[in-house]
């Protein structure tokens, strides 16, 4: 009895799910009329969730980068925002075998604009890649390559 | 010929190793429990992203399912892929927990192929509804009572038949996070069934089922059932880890003192910390109360550790290059959108965090690398190069390693001191985190608490306590004052704590010591990260919980209750439930709290069933009628809990998987 119920339920099962399926466009069974909404829809609905800026940063203008006497420097400018947690920046110079880097800490819940300028005797192509560090994250706030020549 | 002999001959020593192995394991019960507890928890699946680092996993699993590790297309979330868990490594975006995403790719392909011809939705509905009448079926042959099975036959057919008139198709880019959730939904089961096993392992099916039931309807576990989050496959994969080592200690056999290690890999491949944790722990253990270490069991159990940890390591090699270095140990992606140009570029600025709800990042302490990815949110070729730099805070001169052998061993013998590092100082600052407030506020009272960004959670005080979601556990926090008592009252002079000996001959005592130092030592690893935001139960903490309802059933008053007061365990648990379920309606549309609120009177309810169990251990433990409305009360509490939340609080504006589950919520709302 037990048996022929389930093996009954489970050849209705198939055969629904067949009827609604592709196979038979004649009958169309609703589609889903959240398929495009946000999967992520927050605890209580994405109402009331705002946007908890912990960082937020801006390159103040481009890198200036200087040659003299075989070196480079690179000008840095960065406006940086902190919210619960302090941020380290760091300014790093390279080519591929010698770097320099300079560094900067905005406490949290500031607003700074912090400007460095990293220098290194070297000359080709170098790159210049400046972070941000906070909370266990790090993000690029810049990296670019730009080739020096001797003269 | 010889040789395809011999292969027959492996296999079937393994296949009867097996059969010998599942010969004394009750897997009707186990069975039935897993089918009850996928049934229960499947009746309020919701089909969404609850917390958003989901949203990276439902990402990874899309990819691999393109034949890609990386995230080389964003499917869910914003363009960059800019979502918590997504992690950057030469300049390719990847996700985590990939042993949850190769879990639940089978899963997605079977779903891709029946849309081909069927409706998945249907077919969902219809397992369902199966599943409703075959655990009927087993219930009615279990309690040897004939109105159960066509009751279930008759819910079935008609859910069925209401899951189709109600419900609507379920679109193929949602078919991703079908399937994870399906991997942790299956895994609660497996959970659950466990939790009998092992259980009844040492004291019998009653107690064993009782636990199991216990289980399933606590809040740790029933609200996280069908979220894909990794910490209810990890749970499982503990649990099962301690049942084997449990059995290992009593049938003697080194076969099963292996399989131990199975579920270490597995975990790994979920999460790495979490299976370094399980590693740490079932290893000392196991060496300290073995009754063999030599050189034959060594290799044995190293063999088997070794290959359950072999998808982890192929995966991490292909991501990192590192077989030991998980996605967990890259760089954690937050955006940036930089790109590799000939001129200097202005990167955007970048908004962090951009919803609430998300893990808080992790402490990866890896700031020396760079993070990278694509401007076109792919993630892929247009993203940043990470040349590595030769140096990080000096100008040196860099000399690349010429021996690349040596330069293998120097990577994995510099990632293991890592992580180890890592390890350590985290037991430290775990060490450093046990102030009386904090742990108050984890493991006690929540309320508004110091230090959680309620902002990320639309101001509402939704983060319970342990307690306060599985109050069931406070028995553990009356045990030692029962045994003091137990002690006082016997007169007994001597205090005997068990020795290297008893642990090496009791298998109970041995299993005890494995759940006491996994507690310990994964609570402590987390403890600094909590309390905060969007765990709801604590969510960190929710591989610790089926070990902690072990020891609730490890308490001979309780194991006396269950024994000697079933029915009215029983009885007054459905009664205790139902009452609570009328209060529940009848007092919502009076006082029409926030959630937030209706989330702290189920807590200091919770807390108050939990004070009743206390008091009971610690007064009048003999009393098994008075146990029994103890245990039931904290028990129907916290299935209450599970119920409101799934049903109620947290559905507004959810799609429901089954039709009939948005009935119930109708139905609840029509009666309040």
Request: glycine share 10%.
């Amino acid at each position: 009895m037990d048996t022929r119920v389930m093996s009954g339920l489970a050849v209705v099962v198939v055969a629904t799910a067949l009827v609604a399926g592709p196979l038979v466009p004649a009958v169309s069974y609703p589609t889903d009329p959240t398929a495009n909404d946000a999967v992520y829809s927050g605890f209580g609905g994405n109402a009331g969730l705002e946007l908890d800026r912990q960082l937020s940063y801006q390159l103040a203008d481009e890198p200036t980068v200087t040659v003299a006497d075989g070196a480079v420097t690179a000008r840095t400018t960065i406006t940086v925002q902190t919210g619960a947690d302090p941020v380290a920046l760091r300014y790093q110079l390279r080519n591929d075998t010698r770097s320099t880097v300079a560094t900067a800490t905005v406490p949290a819940g500031e607003v700074r604009t912090i400007t460095r300028t990293p220098r290194l005797d070297a000359t080709g192509q170098l790159t210049l890649n400046v972070t941000a560090a906070t909370d266990g994250s790090l993000f690029v706030v810049h990296q670019s390559t730009f080739n020096v020549s001797d003269a | 010929m010889s040789r395809t002999r011999s292969l027959r001959q492996v296999f079937g020593r393994i296949h009867t190793a097996w059969r010998r192995w599942l010969a004394p394991i009750p897997t009707t019960h186990a069975a039935t429990l897993f089918l009850l507890a996928c049934v229960v928890f499947a009746s309020y699946w919701r089909l969404d992203v609850f917390i958003v680092d989901t949203v990276a996993v439902a990402n990874a699993l899309a990819n691999v399912a393109d034949g890609t590790l990386q995230l080389s297309t964003v499917y869910y979330g914003p363009p960059d892929a800019q979502t918590p868990g997504v992690y950057a490594h030469d300049g390719r975006l990847y996700g985590r927990n990939y042993g949850h995403v190769f879990a639940a790719l089978p899963i997605l392909l079977a779903l891709r192929a029946v849309a081909l011809v069927a409706e998945p939705a249907i077919l969902l509905a219809g397992l369902w509804s199966l599943g409703i009448v075959v655990v009927g079926r087993r219930l009615a042959t279990a309690f040897d009572t004939g109105l159960v099975a066509p009751t279930a036959a008759m819910l079935g057919g008609f859910l069925f038949v209401l899951n189709v008139v109600g419900g609507a198709a379920i679109a193929p880019r949602m078919f991703p996070l079908v399937a994870l959730q399906l991997v942790t939904l299956l895994a609660a089961g497996g959970l659950v069934a466990t939790a009998y096993l092992l259980a009844s392992l040492f004291h019998g099916h009653r107690v064993g089922i009782a636990t199991a039931v216990a289980t399933m309807l606590l809040g740790p576990v029933g609200f996280w059932a069908t979220i894909p989050k990794r910490h209810l496959i990890t749970a499982f994969l503990v649990l099962l880890a301690c049942y084997c080592f449990a059995r290992s200690r009593v049938s003697g056999r080194l076969f099963d003192r292996a399989l131990a290690y199975v579920p270490v890999g597995l975990t790994a491949w979920v999460s790495a910390p979490e299976g370094f944790l399980l590693l740490v722990v079932l290893g000392t253990v196991d060496f300290v109360t073995a009754d063999r270490r030599d050189l034959r069991a060594l290799l044995a159990i190293g063999g088997v550790l070794f290959v359950s940890l072999l998808p982890f390591f192929v995966t991490n090699l292909l991501i990192s290059g590192n077989p030991l270095q998980p996605p967990r140990l890259l760089t954690s992606y937050r955006g940036g959108g930089a790109t590799v140009t000939s001129q200097p570029t202005v990167a955007p600025s970048n908004p962090a965090e951009p919803i609430g709800g998300a893990d808080p990042p992790p402490q990866n302490g890896d700031t020396g690398g760079q993070t990278g990815g694509g401007s076109d949110g792919t993630g892929g070729d247009g993203g940043a190069t990470d040349t590595p730099a030769p140096t990080d805070e000096a100008s040196t001169d860099g000399t690349p390693s010429t021996n690349p052998i040596g330069s293998v061993i120097a990577t994995l013998a510099a990632t293991l001191t890592a992580l180890l590092d890592r390890v350590l100082s985290q037991f430290e600052r775990g060490i450093e985190a046990l102030d009386p407030q904090r742990l108050y506020h984890v493991f006690v009272r929540s309320g508004r608490i110091p230090g959680v960004d309620y902002t990320q959670t639309g101001g509402e005080t939704i983060e319970l306590t342990l307690l306060e979601t599985a109050p069931l556990l406070a028995a553990l926090v009356a045990a030692p004052g029962y045994y003091l008592r137990r002690w006082l009252t016997q007169r007994r002079l001597r205090v005997r704590l068990p020795s290297v000996s008893t642990l090496r001959t009791d298998p109970a005592r041995a299993t005890d010591l494995f759940a006491v130092v996994f507690v310990v030592v994964f609570s402590l690893v987390y403890l600094p990260r909590l309390p905060v935001h969007g765990t709801v139960t604590v969510r960190y903490l929710i591989p610790t919980v089926p070990l902690l309802v072990y020891g609730v059933a490890r308490l001979a008053p309780v194991q006396a209750v269950v024994t000697e007061a079933t029915d009215t365990l029983a009885r007054a648990t459905l009664l205790a439930f139902g009452l609570g379920l009328a209060l529940l309606v009848a007092i919502g549309p009076v006082f029409q709290p926030s959630v937030g609120a209706v989330m702290q009177a189920h807590a200091v309810v919770n807390l108050a069933t939990g004070g009743l169990v206390a008091g009971w251990l610690l007064v009048r433990p003999d009393d098994t009628r008075l146990g029994a409305v103890a245990l039931a009360c904290a028990t129907a509490a916290a299935a209450l809990f599970v119920f409101a939340t799934g049903f109620e609080y947290f559905a507004d504006g959810r799609r429901y998987v089954f039709a009939a589950a948005r009935l119930i919520e109708m139905g609840i709302q029509a009666v309040a």
